[in-house]
T-cell receptor, first 113, second 111 residues
Framework: DTAVSQTPKYLVTQMGNDKSIKCEQN?????MYWYKQDSKKFLKIMFS???????INETVPNRFSPKSPDKAHLNLHINSLELGDSAVYFC????????????FGPGTRLTVL | GENVEQHPSTLSVQEGDSAVIKCTYS??????FPWYKQELGKRPQLIID?????GEKKDQRIAVTLNKTAKHFSLHITETQPEDSAVYFC??????????FGKGTKLSVIP
């Protein structure tokens, strides 16, 4: 039973394309996150949703648009991909505010050529 | 916003020795301090966490200490084993749906 799942696992695409990454959690959590991990392994929060509402929107280009159709799903759509978008993107979920464990998905390695 | 500093960035120890990783944070409202382990190509996973009302917590070979006055917390791994080799991240949270992560420590345990 996968707690937090992401698709696809790998994504290779050309500059300028638009792509989406999907995330689903079956833990019954009410908060979901997107993180970006660059080549230096820095983990940086991008977005956080609580009960389908956007809570955190860090200084992320507006080419990135998250969408939460329900509490169990948080998708990330990226327009006009750039070379600098190449990274591993992790989805995570937790119950409530940061008073408990965040469970991470397996990650999506995005490579922009 | 919160700033978390983590040191060292890399650490090599002989198998069986202890490893210590230190973090400092800036937001005095922070009250939750987890540590995550990320093996190569895998997802970060929680290994231990501590809350601000506790000074120390142990779980078998790993322990975390917290000094709220000095705003620093540390991860201690005793009797290190090759499978402890990974990148370790500290983080802090203040009940605002956001964890701020340190930049990670790459631990190598030499057999």
């Amino acid at each position: 039973d996968t707690a937090v799942s992401q698709t696809p696992k790998y994504l290779v695409t050309q500059m300028g394309n638009d792509k989406s990454i999907k995330c689903e959690q079956n833990l019954g959590h009410d908060t979901m996150y997107w993180y970006k991990q660059d080549s230096k392994k820095f983990l940086k929060i991008m977005f956080s949703y609580n009960n389908k509402e956007l809570i955190i929107n860090e200084t992320v280009p507006n080419r990135f648009s998250p969408k939460s159709p329900d509490k169990a799903h948080l998708n990330l759509h990226i327009n006009s991909l750039e070379l600098g978008d190449s990274a591993v993107y992790f989805c995570a979920s937790s119950q409530g505010r940061t008073s408990g464990e965040q469970f991470f998905g397996p990650g999506t390695r995005l490579t922009v050529l | 916003g919160e700033n978390v500093e983590q040191h060292p960035s890399t650490l090599s120890v002989q198998e069986g020795d202890s490893a210590v990783i230190k973090c400092t944070y800036s937001d005095s409202a922070s009250n939750y301090f987890p540590w995550y382990k990320q093996e190569l190509g895998k997802r970060p996973q929680l290994i231990i966490d501590i809350r601000s009302n506790v000074g120390e917590k142990k779980d078998q070979r790993i322990a975390v200490t917290l000094n709220k006055t000095a705003k620093h917390f540390s991860l201690h791994i005793t009797e290190t084993q090759p499978e402890d080799s990974a990148v370790y991240f500290c983080a802090s949270g203040a009940g605002s749906y956001q964890l701020t992560f340190g930049k990670g420590t790459k631990l190598s345990v030499i057999p």
